[in-house]
Nanobody, 117 residues
Framework: VQLVESGGGLVQAGGSLVLSCAAS????????MGWFRQAAGKEREFVAG????????YYADSVKGRFTISRDNAKKTVNLQMNNLKPDDTAVYYC???????????WGQGTQVTVSS
């Protein structure tokens, strides 16, 4: 599966963004999918995941209640709705196939999210 992330940008604290991940190739509909982020000078971390069976979701504590992950198997996309953004959310965001919160595929180019205070 090849993944292309989009939707990043510059937003003020308290604002919202929607990130999108488009997949090509592979089964996708049978893959659990997740979003990750990597801030400058820090390790990449898990943000949110959505299972292929039933579409149940799970989140890192730092984004719970503010971010919502969703998927559209027909369009082969995974979205991340981000509300009430904080400066600490500033990072490059990536999507990937996952097992629980661990990535299992190659990384795309990511999309930059910058939240100003």
């Amino acid at each position: 599966v090849q993944l292309v992330e989009s939707g990043g940008g510059l937003v003020q604290a308290g604002g919202s963004l929607v990130l999108s991940c488009a997949a090509s190739g592979g089964a996708f509909r049978f893959d659990d999918m997740g979003w990750f982020r990597q801030a400058a000078g820090k390790e990449r971390e898990f943000v949110a995941g959505v299972r292929w069976t039933g579409g149940s979701t799970y989140y890192a504590d730092s984004v719970k209640g503010r971010f919502t992950i969703s998927r559209d198997n027909a369009k082969k996309t995974v979205n991340l709705q981000m509300n009430n953004l904080k400066p600490d959310d500033t990072a490059v965001y990536y999507c990937n196939r996952v097992i629980q919160s661990s990535p299992i595929g190659p990384w795309g180019q990511g999309t930059q999210v910058t939240v100003s205070s």
